[in-house]
């Protein structure tokens, strides 16, 4: 067998991969490919349950897209093993014994033994042709000329092809059958050097092609990247709420605790009161009684026998007196019985609950040094301080006592604490200044504005320690961070003059006294909410749980109602209604809540403290 010329002219090359077939696949139109060449043409049409043949472009149904499944073309597939395993002989030799053949003759297109080789190279005619070994072609390193000799006439090349048949054909063919209508014939050189050309077009359009999916490739996964990125940013965000919404319970809970904690040492004083002087009664009693009974011990005369009689009926007197009303200490109880604790239900707020069946009162009514408050703040300590505008800031306990004035020769206008106990302070000039927990003051400058630019304003400083200072003129609000400098942002606030402002902890919201109303802004600016009451004056304070206190003040009557309220302005009960306070001059107050829980409200030259009872 000639096997390479035979291998060609019995078909057993693959038309896509130009090889021998490798698991020849049939199509419905009779046309066979290899299985692997076939998976390839199937990933790159749209209807992967559907195969169109690259030769006659017919469809072939592919059962569940698995080209596998279709029908083995049996006879081919046992001729291509049977060429792959016999072994390739001399077909130059004219023995009948045909040597093997070592290498193959890609112009003769025969194999040749050793010998023949030898011959056919010392031939000068053969001198210019293409030997290769046969080892090589075998293996794939070496690939078949694809121009052969003519089929009809072996000593001729197909030189010429025909359009219209799709093959190469030698000249002597081209004239005498393929001259009728529609034929048309051109030098198989040409015809190369177009299909070269075409698959050269195709090549560089390909490779163009490709530059731009590997650019589509880069896109997506840049895209893809930013979407990562987003999606832990939206973790973290997730994961920054929860522990924030765990700080706000947390501290709602520690305040509730404070709340029935006071309520505890109330009601175990009363009980130790009533306790304490049963105890003294009963001690009376007993030196009365032992001082009665020494008149037993000798007869009495004169002046002792008046004495004797003055403490009989004395003891007489006492012990006639009412006993102790058992239901005293029981009423205790039963005012804590009242107690309960409510839990807080509503979708659009996470707030843990709240004490019920206890009422407020005040527990101090203090004088201030001078009438000029403009400010009160929470300190570290537990302390309240409260700033003057003639200078200083004073320190008070949670019991109205004052523990310290500090900062005397400055006139505030507002200050704010930070987390870790560092004090900033807004003076008259909207100056702003920073001060360590020890008082000392640090070299940061703020390029606020000006008096004159902005006027007064509040300040505030949020979880993340960011400084907000606001300014009635241009309705603004400035963003300073704890290192001074130029402000970091600015937030309109929606056509509102802030007065006194409150930042939530970790929503970002503000809470804003203005217009003798407040107003919940977002962290854009945008109002979200306006409280107000018809007659009366507000003054609102964020809680440490950010749950909100609002100052009710009818100023010319004296009269001070406080609610509290959800940080989205939501009603939760009322603290106290109309106590009376004595009225100032100056419609200027402050509302802020210790660290324990109890409330302070302050006018211009008086500070009150209420707490539960």
């Known amino acids: 067998m000639a096997m390479f010329h035979q291998i060609s002219s019995q078909n057993l090359e693959c038309p896509i991969c130009l090889t021998l077939f490798n698991q020849p696949k049939l199509l419905t139109c009779s046309h066979t490919f290899c299985k692997g060449c076939l998976e390839q043409v199937s990933q790159t049409q749209p209807n992967q349950q559907t195969i169109t043949c690259p030769v006659c472009r017919k469809g072939t149904p592919v059962p569940s ?71 090589e072609v075998l293996s794939g390193k070496v690939p078949l000329r694809r121009r052969r000799k003519c089929k009809t006439h072996p000593s001729v090349d197909e030189d010429c092809f025909c359009t219209h048949c799709r093959e190469n054909i030698c000249s002597t063919c081209g004239m005498l059958e393929h001259m009728q209508e529609g034929h048309q014939l051109e030098k198989a050189v040409v015809h190369e050097e177009k299909v070269m050309k075409n698959i050269k077009e195709l090549q560089e359009w390909a490779n163009i092609k490709k530059t731009i999916i590997e650019n589509h490739i880069d896109i997506i996964e840049t895209q893809r990247n930013e979407i990562t990125n987003m999606m832990k940013r939206l973790n973290d965000d997730i994961d920054k709420t929860y522990e924030e919404y765990i700080q706000l319970l947390s501290n709602r809970r520690e305040a509730l605790k404070c709340q029935v904690k006071r309520l505890s040492e109330k009601f175990e004083k009363e009980l130790q009161t009533m306790k304490e002087e049963s105890r003294r009664t009963v001690s009376h009693v007993n030196v009365m009684e032992e001082l009665v009974t020494n008149g037993m011990k000798v007869p009495l005369e004169k002046d002792a026998l008046f004495a004797h009689d003055t403490l009989c009926e004395s003891l007489k007197s006492f012990l006639g007196r009412d006993d102790p009303d058992d239901q005293s200490p029981r009423t205790v109880t039963e005012r804590a019985e009242k107690m309960s604790f409510r839990r807080y239900v509503n979708v659009y707020e996470l707030f843990l609950g709240e004490l019920e069946g206890y009422t407020w009162n005040i527990k101090a009514d203090v004088e201030l040094p001078d009438d000029r408050m403009n400010c009160m703040n929470r300190a570290a300590d537990g302390k309240m301080a409260v700033g003057s505008g003639t200078g200083g800031i004073h320190l008070y306990s949670t019991d109205g006592e004052l523990q310290q004035t500090l900062l005397k020769d400055v006139n505030l206008l507002e200050s704010e604490f930070l987390a870790d106990g560092r004090l900033v302070v807004r003076d008259k000039e909207n100056k702003m200044s920073l001060y360590t927990p020890q008082w000392e003051k640090l070299e940061v400058t703020f390029e606020t504005m000006s008096d004159d630019e902005g006027g007064y304003g509040g300040l505030t400083v949020d979880g993340d320690d960011n400084i907000y200072v606001s300014y009635r003129k241009p309705k603004k609000i400035q963003v300073f961070t704890p290192q001074g400098g130029k402000a970091v942002r600015e937030v309109m606030c929606d056509g509102f003059e802030p007065e006194q402002i409150f930042s939530f902890q970790y929503t970002g919201k503000l809470i804003m006294r203005c217009e003798s109303g407040v107003v919940c802004l977002d962290g854009k600016g945008k109002k979200d909410k306006v409280l107000k009451k018809e007659g009366m004056y507000a003054w609102p304070a964020v809680c440490r749980d950010d749950s909100v206190i609002v100052a009710w003040v009818k100023h010319e009557e004296g009269l001070v109602s406080i609610d509290r309220y959800t940080r989205d302005l939501e009603h939760m009960h009322n603290i106290v209604t109309d106590f009376k306070i004595q009225k100032s001059e100056r419609k200027w107050y402050y509302l802020q809540e210790f660290e324990s829980g109890e409330i302070a409200f302050c006018t211009p030259d008086r500070l009150y403290m209420l707490d539960v009872m």
């Open 65 to 135: 897209g698995d080209v596998s499944k279709l029908q083995t073309n049996v006879p081919l597939s046992s001729l291509v093993d049977k060429v792959k395993t016999k072994n390739p002989t001399c077909t130059v030799c004219e023995m009948d014994e045909k040597p093997p053949a070592v290498s193959y003759c890609q112009d003769c297109a025969k194999n040749m033994c050793k010998s023949c080789e030898n011959g056919h190279s010392i031939w000068k005619p053969f001198s210019n042709h293409e030997v290769v070994l046969v080892n």
